[in-house]
């Protein structure tokens, strides 16, 4: 090992003044080397990556077909057009896992106190976080419409309205990233994870995605019908032009703002309680 | 900017630190001069790692303040984070990815940009003798191997004043050397380096000055020679074949010796503290020959952290740390 000459290299670099670079520069530049970075771990190791695209696939085909045979919509149409949109809006819920997991193996890898201790943007840490999930979401949600569209479902409305669907389920994506992040700032350790994992599955149920919330008993329907997965799925629905739940009612009526809404609700309340909470670390 | 004393590269001034009710740093006044090697050596749960923790801008002190190259912790951390580098207790580094990729990413994060970094990369793979690990996840390195990697990292931006927390916990002497033989290096650069530890002969090899802490405070402040001296300097034990012989051997002992000799009749030992070593050794040799006393072992040793503390505090502290000269 020659480790003689390790301050006197003529490459050595000097401190760049940090105050030559403004904090928004710095934030970008930073968040993308953060995202850099997992793109380097899917690189790495993209076997867990393909797992995570390919669940919600698997899903989709055992409910259109093992489950699908005996359902029938409320409201009258086909299970698959009414299932579809509904698992789009899941596999979106549902990307809170990924978030979480990574966040608590994040907190827990050492090399977290060297990022920490290096002159970067705090928040690139978790904008490059959301950069890479939301990447990882937009490749799952183009897969989904794809395996939806191989299994005979189609949209009727017109590309903008589709377009649309598509930007308020990435909505939802979105916001369940920061939560996601939140959670897994709060949970802090990845076997801690698995209880979460099992709460989703309620969550999930409790909701318009499978079946019509008239098909419940009253409270419970009230409950799903203002999930946010609900609302999110029922303006897809609408959107798309699919068959949605027959009843009317106020949710239903205003879909599409209820979809937006939800998420935006959410992002006011974790995205500060997600930064608070990262910088805690160093108390 | 620099409002402190030029000439300290670290000051701290009534640092402390309370997690909950448990006091992990009581009150802690140092000044460390720029260009110096200082260690900070105390068992286990003394402090060391919430120290460097706090100068190192990871952790936000509960009272005091303390200012490194100038720059306050916790209100211009940033320009702290530019001048220092860290070696943590714990390895911090991506182990998903090659050492490559780790040092390439963090000099981005220095703001180096894509040809920097990947310039600074090379050179550091190069002298820290990693450049042949290709693209192995550092998961799969040796001990050693990482340890390397982690100082190469926090050595990126050739910083002012370093911090290494136990830099050679757990490594083999191998190891440990290399460790030791770096920083020797980056020391002839003119690198502050502050760094904690739990082995007297760590400190006795990189340290101008040494603090003792324990339970949170500075009990002890000084040269390692001071130190040492304090202690009686090193210690010689004998121990000879027949316990008869044993009362001779503390007389020869007690010529050469600094201080009072002990003798263990169990283990036919005769132990003092010496001042000079080698002096010490071969006067004690040539009166046991002149006595006609073979001796079965003669060992010149430092003193022990149990040794330290003792004289400290006058409590035992459990960690063994023993290490033997057999002459
Ligand atoms: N996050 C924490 N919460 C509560 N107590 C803590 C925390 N971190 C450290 N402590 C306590 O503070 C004390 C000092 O810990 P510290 O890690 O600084 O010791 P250390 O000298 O580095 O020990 P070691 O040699 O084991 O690394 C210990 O009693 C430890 O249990
Ligand atoms: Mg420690």
């Known amino acids: 090992m020659s480790n003689t000459t390790v301050l006197t290299s003529p490459a050595v670099p000097h401190p760049a003044p940090h105050t030559a670079r403004s904090r928004t520069t710095r934030l970008v530049t930073d968040s993308v080397t953060m995202t850099r970075r997992g793109l380097l771990y899917w690189s790495r190791n993209p076997g867990p990556l393909v797992v995570a695209l390919l669940f919600p696939v698997m899903m989709l085909v055992m409910f259109a077909y093992f489950l699908g045979g005996g359902m029938a919509v409320a409201g009258g149409g086909d299970y698959i057009e009414f ?32 990022f920490r201790s290096m002159p970067i943007a705090p928040s690139a840490i978790l904008v490059g976080r959301s950069v890479i999930d939301m990447l990882h979401s937009v490749v799952g949600l183009l897969i989904m419409i794809g395996a939806g569209l191989l299994i005979g479902w189609r ?25 996601g992040i939140y959670l897994g700032l709060v949970v802090g350790k990845p076997e801690m994870v698995q209880a979460v994992q099992i709460l989703v599955w309620p969550v999930a149920f409790l909701s318009s995605v499978f079946v019509s919330p008239t098909t419940m008993p009253a409270w419970m329907g009230t409950i799903a019908e203002w999930n946010p997965m609900s609302a999110t799925a029922g303006a897809v629905r609408e959107l798309f032009e ?4 027959a009843a009317s009612s106020w949710v239903t009526d205003n879909a599409v703002g209820v979809a937006a ?23 | 900017m620099r409002s402190s004393d030029d000439a300290d590269a670290i000051t701290i001034e009534g640092l402390g630190k309370t997690y909950g009710k448990k006091e992990a740093l009581a009150v802690v006044d140092l000044a460390i001069p720029r260009g110096t090697v200082h260690a900070v050596l105390g068992p286990n749960g003394a402090g060391k790692t919430t ?31 530019y001048r220092i580098g860290l070696l943590g207790q714990h390895a911090a580094v991506d182990e998903e990815l090659s050492g490559r ?43 050693g191997m990482r340890r390397r990697l982690d100082l190469a ?129 071969s006067k004690i040799i040539r009166e046991l020959n002149d006595a006609g006393i073979q001796a079965e072992d003669i ?29």
């Open chain 1, 83 to 114: 299932l579809v949109p509904g698992m789009l809006a899941l596999t979106m819920a549902f990307g809170l896992e990924n978030t979480m997991i990574a966040v608590t193996q994040d907190v827990n890898r050492g090399v977290l106190d060297r």
């Open chain 1, 261 to 283: 809404l939800w998420p935006l609700a959410l992002l006011v309340i974790f995205v500060p309680l997600a930064i608070r909470r990262f910088s805690a670390l160093s108390r």
């Open chain 2, 51 to 81: 120290l460097v923790r706090i100068l190192s801008t990871l952790l936000r002190p509960t009272r005091g303040q303390a200012r490194v190259a100038g720059f306050d912790v916790v209100r211009q951390a940033d320009d702290v984070r």
């Open chain 1, 155 to 179: 949209w009727h409305g017109p590309l903008a309205a589709a377009l649309a669907a598509v930007g308020l389920l990435l909505l939802l994506r979105f916001a369940m990233l920061w939560v």
């Open chain 2, 153 to 281: 990292a926090s050595l990126i931006m050739a910083p002012e004043i370093l911090f290494l927390d136990e830099p050679t916990t757990g490594l083999d002497p191998r190891g440990r050397t290399d460790v030791w033989d770096s920083v020797r290096s980056l020391i002839g650069g003119g690198t502050t380096v502050l760094l904690t530890t739990q082995y007297l002969e760590e400190a006795d090899q990189l340290a101008d000055r040494v603090s003792v802490v324990d339970h949170g405070r500075i009990i002890a402040d000084g040269t390692v020679d001071e130190l040492k001296s304090s202690l009686g300097g090193d210690r010689v034990d004998v121990t000879v074949h027949e316990a008869g012989q044993l009362d001779t051997t503390a007389d020869v002992v007690a010529r050469a010796a600094a201080g009072p000799v002990t003798t263990d009749p169990d283990r036919r030992m005769a132990s003092a503290p010496v001042q000079d070593r080698m002096a010490a050794l």
């Open chain 2, 101 to 143: 990729q780790n040092l390439d990413l963090f000099g981005r994060l220095y703001h180096l940009g894509a040809r920097g970094a990947a310039q600074r990369a090379n050179e550091l793979l190069e002298q820290f003798g990693l450049a042949d690990t290709g693209t192995k996840a550092i998961k799969k390195y040796s001990g």
């Open chain 1, 242 to 245: 699919n068959p949605s739940w």
């Open chain 2, 299 to 327: 060992a010149l040793r430092r003193p022990t952290l149990d040794e330290v503390f003792l004289h400290l505090t006058g409590s035992e502290h459990h960690e063994n740390n023993e290490r033997e000269v057999t002459a």
